[in-house]
Structure formats: C-alpha cells, structure tokens
C-alpha cells in the first residue's frame, strides 16, 4: 500500500524536507484559484474585467488602479488571517517535530504554516509573504508587518476605500511582500534570508531526507520542480500527495493533503509504538 511505503520513508529519515503548494490549505477553506473559471468563482469582479488571476496578481495595478489591488489583495489578506490551519497541518509538525530537524518550502504566502506553530526559521516561502508589506516603488527594502491593517472594501464595486496602506519612508501606497506576476519591484531580502537557511539545511540533510509534497501543481510548477530536483541530487524519496496530479514521484498519492497527513500520522504512531 502507498501510505505504508510513505510512511516507511519518513520514519527512515533523519530529515524532513515538506513542500508545499495552494492544494495544502484548500481543506482550511482556501481557494486554489484552480483555472481562470476557478479564480473567478472566488473573484466575479475579475470575470466582469476580463482578468485572469495571473493579470490581476501583477504590481501594476497598484500604480494604476490601487483601490482595485487593494480590494484584490486586501480581501486575501482577511481571508488568510482569519483563516484557521486544518488539523493535518498540526499532525504534520508533530511527525517533523520527531526528525533531526525538518524545513518547510512553500509558494504560498498565506502564512499558515507559521499559524500552525511551524518554526519561522523552518520556512522558505518563495513567492513572500501577505502579512508583510513594502513600498510599491519601492523607495528601499523596508518591509514591516501588516498586522493592524484593515482594508474597507466596497463589496459591490469591489473597490477598497480611502485610506490606503502607504510606504512610512516616502507616502508612496505599499504592497504585500508577494512575488507577482511580472514583478520587478518585489523586495525579496526577508525571502532571501529563508533561503540561505534552507540551504544550509539541505546541507545538513542530504545524507537522510525524505521529501513530501502537498498540492503542487503543474500550472505554476515551482515546488514541484524544486522537490524533484533535489530528490535527483540527493537520491531522496519524494512523496507526492495531489488528488489531481499525482504522477511524477517515488510515491504518489492521489488524496488531498488533510487525509494523506490523517492516514500517515494514524499508521505512523501504530507502527512507532510497535518498534
């Protein structure tokens, strides 16, 4: 059974290595943005523009429409931070609790694996970050927390309202710390930091890591390509875990993310207090 080899891996490894894509919050109730039909079921208003995600996600507009990016990326950042983390985000911090040492790399930047209890210095997210914030401009590499802001939003129009978060340095209007599309202006020094820690990690681990994968996919195949290729480097298992597209790994799964981390964590215990 693929569970029991998973969970073969993991246990054998001194190191755990997860990465992550939208598909692992969707059990918290988040969206994946799935296709641009997907995108606009959370979104009507981008379908009434005409907007893909992929051109509404792109800095421009905070220069050329800022209370449409901000009622975009305001309604996110309420959505996220009043979002709880599902129970297999819990389940998993306690089987990477166990290891050496484990390390979570991720294109999502809805901070919930921090919300979960997940070591800030444990974590890589490649795309930033929303409960940050930076100048649009940017006038410097400022960042500072977005905790306190509260967007107004016109639900009808959706259009955020006066006032809008400004760059403290030079009254410009801010942005969250994300990597858009088309972005030459993301600040990515918090970004580049967590790198630097990831690869001393890979460093410490490459001898005994086992890699799991939750809901990445192919659409924007960052983490998917990121844990296939370190698993050809190190010679590491990779366990994937998507309902949709599963293929591709040294072990697939095809179940989303809560249920594969309910089924390892339940076997995982069994099987610990047995040896």
Known sequence: MEIQKAIEQIRSAKYLLITAGAGMGVDSGL????????FWRAYPIARKLGLRFEELANPR????DPQLAWAF???????????EPHEGFYKLLEIAREKEDYFVFTSNV????QKAG????????????????????PCSEALWSANGVVIDIDEEEFRAREPL???????MIARPNILMFGDWSWVDV?????????LSFLERAQKSLAIIEFGAGTAVPTVRMTGERIAREFGAPLIRVNPREPQGATISLPIGAKEAI???SEVYYVVKKRS
């Open 190 to 198: 918090r970004a580049r930091k967590q790198e630097e820690r990831f």
């Open 73 to 83: 990326y305001g309604h996110r950042l309420h959505l996220y931070r009043d979002t």
């Open 262 to 264: 309910e089924k390892i």
């Open 110 to 113: 809805d901070g919930q694996f």
């Open 165 to 171: 978060p400004r760059c403290p340095k030079c009254g």
């Open 31 to 38: 969206p994946d943005f799935r296709g641009v039909e997907g």
């Open 118 to 137: 997940y070591d800030e210095e444990r974590i890589y997210e490649v795309h930033g970050n929303i409960h940050h914030l930076q100048c649009s401009e």
């Open 61 to 64: 507009w905070f220069a050329e």
